[in-house]
């Protein structure tokens, strides 16, 4: 902020102020950048700096420290406040490692409730920068220190507005809470979550761990907590400024991609595996696309895309794992994208490509009666418009629940090489036919008339012979897939305005 010029000495008071507004500030803090620089951490202003429009940082609590006597730090390490990313407004939390490594305290828990409090009041997006060792221990020598509300306030910003996490080093206990609750949990590689720190492991277990031990990136991308893995903090930020962009509505259209490259996508030899990404990138504007949770739930991959500059959700089977089949992990992965894209009114592009729901002993295990439900109830809840594409199988209950007829898709398109069937054609043709096919005794006999019958129901539920019978809006060219949907985005009316929550999303 521009001081004015004056040759009037400032009054003591503000004086006082001003030196005190200084002395929070990286330049009147080399130790503690030094520090960060040992870590090979950026400092929570760089941040901050890094992260935000120029100059539109408004601090809140800055003067902040710690309740223990005797104790100094920072803005009591939390550095918060109002500012604008890509010109909308939002509320940042910013933990600072360099102040008793970043722990949460009885005076910045009350900052972080008035912050959470804000971002409810005024409906704002909020971005955290988790960076700490959750509660300090010294403020158990607060007197009348309670619960903070803080966990429980942010709670309350499920579905209300967009929670970004970011993961830059190390976040435990309530750092690791809060980013839990968070909506995408961004985290570079070398960064490490666990819900408790290495004194309360050992207590606890009795084994000395470092914290990299307790809960490095690999263990959270492999358990679907970690959305984004990125190499540093400057790539942390630039996939947060990304990712909020998809809740500011629509921007001038993208680059339009090569839609011609679509009729080859998909291979002319049914049981050859291909790359749904492949189907994405071919409709969505080029470089638009953001992958959440990619080595979770690998038999689906969701993605937030812009085509023609309008935000949509992707769910899309992956024939490259599992064949497409849907698994627990796949169930939880989508149900709980579905619901991010219902709470903030951002349209669905399901791509259809599955053999079924997984089946076997071992996936009855995962629970999958109930995880698979979580997709249906998810996409029948939904009130965004959905849009489906067949693009090859659709099989059973795992196209029920990708956005098939009986879910009144906005419209629901195949392609040429779209497949249909109650079931998996090969097991039909057991169950029809078991009669005649008991009655061939040679083997070789038998299997040649399971051929012949597994072709003939193919062939009435080619894309065509489906079209016929009217369960699909149309059969057609996969390179005219991206502009049949912008021409249904066009029709669509835009959401009610409203001024309440208007869904929970589930923690996932």
């Known amino acids: 902020m521009t001081k004015p010029k004056s040759d009037k000495p400032l009054r003591p008071d503000l004086q006082q102020v001003l030196e005190s507004r200084a002395a929070i500030l990286d330049d009147a803090r080399p130790k503690a950048v030094a520090q960060q620089r040992k870590r090979g951490r950026w400092t929570a202003r760089e941040g901050i700096a890094a992260l935000v429009d120029q100059d539109s940082f408004v601090e809140y609590g800055g003067l902040a420290r710690p309740a223990v006597s005797g104790m ?31 722990t949460q305290s009885a005076i910045n828990h009350m ?47 499920s579905g209300l507005v967009p929670t970004v996490g970011i993961l830059p080093g190390r976040a435990f206990a309530g750092h690791a809470n809060l980013a839990g609750m968070c909506d995408v949990l961004i985290a570079t590689k070398d960064s490490t979550l666990g819900m408790a720190g290495p004194p309360l492991v050992e207590a606890a277990l009795g084994v000395k761990l470092t914290p990299e031990e307790i809960g490095p990136a690999s263990v959270h991308v492999a358990s679907g907590v970690i959305d984004v893995l990125v190499e540093d903090e400057a790539e942390a930020i630039a996939v947060t400024r990304k990712y909020l962009g998809y809740f500011g509505g629509a921007t001038a259209p993208g680059a339009a991609p090569d839609g011609t490259a679509l009729r080859d996508v998909v291979p002319d030899n049914p049981r050859r595996a291909y790359n749904v990404r492949k189907v994405i990138d071919g409709i969505a504007d ?72 997984m089946v076997g002993p071992d996936v009855e295990r995962t629970g999958l009666v109930r995880k698979s439900a979580r997709v249906l109830t998810a996409f029948a809840n939904a009130t965004v418009p959905v849009m489906t594409v067949v693009l090859r199988k659709a099989y059973g209950l795992g196209y029920y629940v990708m956005g098939s007829q009986p879910l009144n898709p ?31 005794a040679d083997a070789e006999e038998r299997a040649a008339l399971h051929k012949r019958l597994t072709d003939a129901l193919k062939r009435s539920n080619t894309a065509i012979e489906v079209a016929a019978r009217y369960h699909y809006d149309d059969v057609i060219d996969p390179a005219d897939t991206r502009d049949i949907l912008i021409k249904t985005l066009a029709t669509l009316p835009p959401p009610t305005p409203r001024t309440t929550r208007k869904r929970l999303i589930e923690p996932f």
């Open 72 to 102: 100094t730090g920072a803005a009591d390490g939390v550095v918060m406040g109002t500012a604008q990313i890509d010109g909308r407004p939002v509320d940042l939390l910013i933990y600072d490692y360099t102040v008793y490594a970043g």
């Open 111 to 157: 900052k972080t409730t008035r912050m959470f409090e804000h971002a409810e009041r005024h409906r704002l997006p909020v971005v955290c920068w988790l960076d700490g060792g959750g509660a300090r221990p010294h403020d158990m020598k607060v007197e009348g220190r309670g619960a903070t509300p803080t966990f429980v306030v942010f709670a309350r910003l």
């Open 286 to 357: 080029v470089g638009s696309a953001l992958e959440l949770k990619a080595g979770f739930g690998r038999a689906v991959v969701t993605s937030l895309v812009r085509i023609a500059g309008r935000p949509v959700g992707v769910v899309a089977n992956q024939p490259m794992f599992l064949a497409g089949a849907i698994d627990s992990p796949a169930s939880d992965k989508a149900a709980h994208f579905i619901q991010l894209c219902d709470a903030f009114d951002i349209p669905i592009l399901s791509l259809c490509d599955t053999p079924g729901l």
């Open 410 to 440: 906005a419209i629901l398109l195949a392609w040429p090489t779209a497949e249909y069937g109650g079931m998996g054609l090969e097991g039909a043709v057991n169950i029809i036919y078991k009669a005649e096919l008991d009655a061939v």
